[in-house]
């Protein structure tokens, strides 16, 4: 996240950071904050006509997260934090950040794999990826508990998912039902193969690396990933919205962090670059320069950007169509102009 003239980690912002050196779940859960359970109250036992429905508490300061009906199954925060720590032991991951949203309604805990991602390409042996992995618990009654890896760009700290929000919410979520345990053991498997995923992202992006691409391309490209909402008045004096982000997209192309504008994955850094730290950038500054926006509104926005980066939100979105759309050497072929690109 840009703001002013520096990038931030998400995670830095709203973490706690230092979780260098701890280890496993009892350490994590004092340094973090996350030595509370929550339970479902009977709302029945105060008005009797809402029976069937229970209100999730937390236990230690009965802060109330939110309604739900019987069928909501509590998953206290260990039951779903040790598993992830014999994960965290199987990869040889050490334990970077960790904290809460919402006063506990969100638990999140960061760990890095100890392996670099570098591509074989040498002109590009200094542009490297890590690699995390994550936990989201869920307390809220809104969302489920998730365990799942991305990559970070070092040069910029550009994060990607190498699977589809779809793909995690059927194969890396849990649900708060009766059967938890048993989807437990299915994420354990899903995990795996997407930890694997991310391997086949870097051969994929390795050819990125190879393909050079003209300016003329980028804004074609452009086009694609953010077309006009509506059709543009030509009598306009001032840019669109998207016109604004296309022009930033381009000119991180060229001057992005490691960046060469050269070739498409310039262009698809570019787009991730926009995505996790300028979008918005300009906004959040004024926010956090303004007397009149106390500190735990800013803050709010943090937590509401990480939820969705981590939660597969419309930007991951975006960024796959982005790399989906650069890795069609077929369509690339065709390129006239920008404002014909992909029909």
């Not at 795996?192 to 995923?197: E, L, T, W």
Request: some cysteine; aromatic content about 10%; hydrophobic content about 35%.
């Amino acid at each position: 996240m840009k703001i002013g003239d520096k990038i931030h980690n998400l995670e830095d912002l709203i973490g706690i950071k230092d979780c260098d050196g701890l280890n496993g779940p009892d350490q994590i859960v004092r340094r973090a904050g996350l030595d509370f359970d929550v339970y479902k109250d009977d709302l029945s036992k105060h008005d009797g006509n809402l029976d069937g429905f229970f209100a999730i508490k937390r236990k230690d300061t009965d802060r109330v997260f939110n309604i739900v009906r019987n069928n909501y199954q509590v998953i206290q925060t260990r039951e779903t934090l040790d598993p992830f720590d014999e994960i965290v032991k199987d990869y040889g991951a050490k334990y970077t950040n960790a904290g809460t949203l919402w006063d506990g309604g969100k638990i999140w805990v960061q760990a890095e794999l100890p392996e670099k991602l570098r591509f074989n390409n040498p002109d590009f042996d200094n542009d490297v990826m890590a690699s995390y992995i994550m936990l989201m618990i869920d307390h809220t009654g809104t969302g489920c508990n998730a365990m799942f890896p991305y990559t970070s760009r070092a040069a910029c700290n550009n994060q990607f998912f190498s699977f589809t929000s779809a793909a995690r919410k059927h194969g890396l979520s849990i649900r708060h039902r009766s059967n938890w345990k048993e989807r437990l053991e299915i994420v354990r498997e899903a995990f795996r193969n997407a930890i694997a995923g991310n391997e086949v992202f870097m051969k994929k992006a390795e050819k990125l690396t190879t393909w050079k691409i003209a300016e003329r391309e980028v804004r074609g490209f452009t086009n694609v990933i953010f077309p006009d909402i509506r059709k543009v008045d030509e009598k306009r004096e001032h840019a669109t919205s998207q016109e604004k982000k296309r022009e930033e997209v381009v000119n991180l192309f060229h001057r992005g962090l490691g960046n060469r504008g050269e070739t498409r994955w310039d262009a698809f850094n570019a787009v991730t670059e926009y995505l996790d730290h300028h979008q918005g950038s300009k906004r959040i500054t004024k926010s956090m320069e303004s007397e009149k926006v106390e500190k735990r509104d800013n803050r709010k926005t943090f937590e509401r950007r990480f939820i969705s980066n981590m939660t597969g939100g419309i930007n991951n979105n975006l960024k796959h169509r982005a790399f989906k759309t650069l890795l069609n050497e077929k369509t690339f072929q065709r390129i006239n102009k920008p404002e014909v690109v992909f029909n």
